[in-house]
């Protein structure tokens, strides 16, 4: 083992050169890589409705291709589900990642083509542990096993006898090579398995006994995971039952709630952390750094780049910058073009950089999930940060929430507020101070918020309602949404997602 986990050291490190390369020379990279998907589309339906063959520059890409979203994208994704080739991209496309980004009622369906599994998904796992290694060079992580909590898959109805899809994890385990399944845990029948109650079960009796030493999913169901094998164990750190876990691999959503109580759950002095970015649409990012926090946004996976400043969202003809255009601490939305057939974009999350030498930045929070009702620009960057460090400070400890505002007419002093739902693993020992101090400290993150709380003159102190444990699980079971990449939005700009929740948890009681 010990032999194998030289190997694998060894056989990752062979990819440095190449992100050296993106690193110091990232608008070349990211032209040529233009250029390429250009040339790869250009006689499918697509690229030859927008003539790609005589595009000779990012400037007239721009000009004749334009910016889109989901919807735009639709009528070609649901051709493709029927079997259609050629569409949005030239080669086959038989797998279609399901995605809601959030907990809406309607699904997407991503194309993924074997280019983006081999050249942005797969590269982004084996850069992953690439970074992991190259920042701890004593590790023996290869000498057991990476648990992935991954979601399921299903044959496409609509054309049974050629495609399928399901949860991007689903997909990428599904195509992986043979060989790479000697190095993950629990088996395939098990990690793809789509009842999560079962399959929690079944994942615990698969994997007490491994030697787990990485594990790789979303915050939420891998907390889960963890207590059902200290309930069946008797342990009360998981260091106890995998003595030789080292990495957590996350992404999904903000880690910063989850960041104590992961300490709580993984009491162990080599145990480490790495965020990464695996959007169903493509691998954006990675943490390089084991001393900082923000993402490296990955150049040469097959995803050309463009930012869009927020002002200019909802627009009909949006002004986009390359990156030699962006600036720092600006909050932008991602639109990306790639070697899926996905063509200028908007993927829906927001970015800010914090570095352009090279690019890293950090997630702030998706383009639809903001409170703005009374001015106060509320995001999920400062969301995050507050209730984390509320939590903190009064020993608390979260595993869901949501947050929604309370306009003027639904308030009986007349003055907006912000509600909260929150499920706490362990409740703070008195609320209104919780209260307080979460208020304090969106007041400190986000001055905008801090205005409009002034004197209580715009918005009054947030409502805080605390949930029973399992209302969100529930919740989600009950939208069909249970488990997989799919997650409890955090905050919105109406009141649908907590109306249904109270309106669940009332009829409850």
Known sequence: MALINSLLSWYLKKREPFIEHFMENPHDVQNELLTTLLDDAQNSEWGKKYDYKSINSVKEF???????????????????????????????????????GTTGSKSKFIPVTYESMEICHFQGGKDALLFYVRNNPETTIFNGKGLIMGGSHQVNKFNSDQSFYGDLSAVMMQNMPFWAHFFRTPDLSIAIMDNWDEKIERMVKATVNEDVTSIT????????????????????????????????????????????????????????????????????????????????????YGIYFEFMPMEEYGKDHPTTLSLDEIEVDVNYAVVISNNSGL?????????????????????????????????????????????????????????????????????????????WLIEFDQEPHCIETFTKELDQQLKAVNSDYEAKRF??????????????????????????????????????????YVDEIMK?????I
Not at 344 to 364: A, C, E, H, M, W
Not at 473 to 495: A, T
Request: net charge positive; charged share 25%.
């Open 62 to 100: 721009k000009e004749r291709v334009p910016v889109g979203n989901y919807e735009t994208h639709r009528p070609y994704i649901e051709r493709m589900m029927r079997g259609e080739q050629n569409i949005l991209w030239s080669s086959e496309v038989r797998w279609f990642a399901k995605s809601s």
């Open 217 to 300: 999913g979303v915050p939420t169901w891998t907390i889960v995971l963890i207590e059902k094998l200290f309930e069946v164990t008797g342990k009360n750190n998981l260091s106890d039952i995998w003595p030789n876990i080292e990495l957590y691999i996350h992404g999904g959503v903000s880690f910063t709630p989850y960041r104590d109580k992961f300490k709580q759950l993984i009491r162990s002095s080599k145990m480490n952390y790495l965020e990464s970015y695996n959007a169903s649409e493509g691998f954006l990012g990675l943490q390089d750094q084991s001393n900082s926090e923000e993402m490296l946004l990955m150049l040469d």
């Open 343 to 419: 063509w200028r974009y908007v993927i829906g999350d927001t970015v800010k950089f914090s570095d352009l030498n090279p690019f890293r930045f950090k997630i702030t929070g998706r383009t639809k999930h903001f409170i703005n009702a009374f001015g106060e620009e509320l995001v999920i960057e400062n969301a995050d940060f507050a209730i984390s460090n509320a939590c903190k400070i009064l020993d608390a400890h979260i595993t869901d929430y949501t947050a929604a505002p309370v306009y003027f007419t639904d308030n009986k002093n007349g003055i907006g507020t912000h509600e």
């Open 455 to 496: 004197k209580d003159m715009a918005m009054l102190q947030p409502i805080i309602r605390i949930m029973p444990k399992g209302t969100f699980n529930h919740w989600l079971k009950k939208n069909g949404k249970l488990g997989g990449q799919h997650k409890v939005p955090r905050l919105s700009n109406n009141r649908h």
């Open 504 to 508: 669940m948890h009332i009829a409850s």
